[in-house]
Every structure is written in C-alpha cells, then in structure tokens.
C-alpha cells in the first residue's frame, strides 16, 4: 500500500520569523503522526531556519523549485547540490505558477527533474488543465503530454522515485475544489498512462497527491480515493490549525 504524503506549499509567504513560528506549531502539533509522510515547502530564504526546527521531527524539508544545472553564469538561480548541502529532501518541479508567470514548460521541468534525480533531491511534479482545457474535454490529452514531457527519459527505476501532484489549475487558491470523483478520475488516468509509459510496477508505486483548495473539510473524502496519495496543499498549509487538521483527517484513511 501507498503511505500517504501530505506537503504544504508556502509559496512567497511568510518571513523568516513566520515561518519558524509556524513550523514550530506543526511540529508540536504532528509528532504522534506516523503513517502519512509530512513535507513543508517554505521561500527558500527560510529553508535553514525551518529546518533546524525540523531536526528530529516527522516532518520533511522541500524547496519550491530548483535549477538543472550545478553551477555556474545563472544569476538567481538555486541548484540541486545547493538544496541537498543545506539538507533538503523534496522539491516541487513544474507549479503551475511557474508555467503561468515564469514561463516554465515541459522541456525544463525535464531538465529540472534529471538535475533533482542525480543529487538525490525528491521531485514533487505539478501537472494540471486549467479550465478552458476541461470544458474542451482535453484534461487527458493535457495531463499525457504534461507527463510524457516531464518524465522523458526517466528509467523505471528513476520513476519510481518521482511524485506527481495533480493540481487542476482551476481549483487552485480559488475555493473550487475538484470533486472527489473528478479528482479520482484523473489520478486513475495517471496511474494507467504509467502503465503505457513503464509498467504496473511502476504505477502501483509511483504516489499521486491532489492539489487544489484542499481543506479539513475535504480532506478526508479525497484521500479515501483509490488512486489519491496525498496531497499537495497551497493555501490552507499557511495556518498551523487548518494544516494539522487536513492531516489529522486523512489519518483516519490510513486506519
Ligand atoms: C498549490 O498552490 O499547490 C495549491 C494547491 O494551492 P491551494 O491549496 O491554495 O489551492
């Protein structure tokens, strides 16, 4: 079975003294959690803070993106051996903000989920149809090009290792949550189109977590989904009380 994984997306929020405010109630508030692995993503001017509150705690360090290359003549950029030396695990590759605003496609979140696999970084992959796409009924042809893009070239083994977030662009900060049916729908999609792409190893094990508006009110219902693994959650992670609340809820699908 699939251990669940829950991750919160800070985005540009919080300074540095908030986000160690704010960690410091997770990690109080979740020790006893123990069969749903918990991610935080804060603004990486936060990251070494976060995590010397994170040290021996049940709670994981994720940065909200990464460059391809080492090093090197790319002012402002942040690479992979940089997030690993300062003891990140997770990084979030392809958020649909970044291929809104930072003209992020495909081909780079390719790039960026090799340079993650090789320094041993845990690629949390975005993929989503914003809402022109489902009215037009392409979700499906959105969501396989959006992984056959981001996955090119990886092996069964390298799969194996990458989580993919299904985020319908529509529901993210906008109160709109997918139905747990729509949700399922698509994650049953992109569980059998790893089938096509590498084999039902590889699909059994590869985790899936929803995104978008996800709240304590439902997050419990999303997580009994077959193919739902977790969540990847935006908004809602950015108070103590309502992050700890989605988590605690989806425990009980874990029972
Ligand atoms: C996100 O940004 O990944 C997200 C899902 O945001 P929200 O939960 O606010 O919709």
Redesign the pocket.
Known sequence: MRKLIIAG?W?LNKTTKEAVELVTLLKRGLSDVTDIDIVVCPVATALTDVRDVLIESNIGLGAQNVFWEDSGAYTGEISAPLLKEIGVQYVIIG?S?RRQYFGETDETVNKRVKAALTHGLTSIV?VGEILKEREANKTFNVIKKQCEGAFSDLTAEEMEKIII?Y?PVW????GKTATPAQAQEVHKYIRDLLTELYDENVAQTVRIQY????KPENSAELMSQPDIDGA?????SLKAEAFIDIIKNSCSVTQ
């Open positions: 997306n985005k958020h903000e975005c977030a985020e529901a993210i900060g906008t995104g978008g508006s996800v990847l959650v935006g908004g809602a």
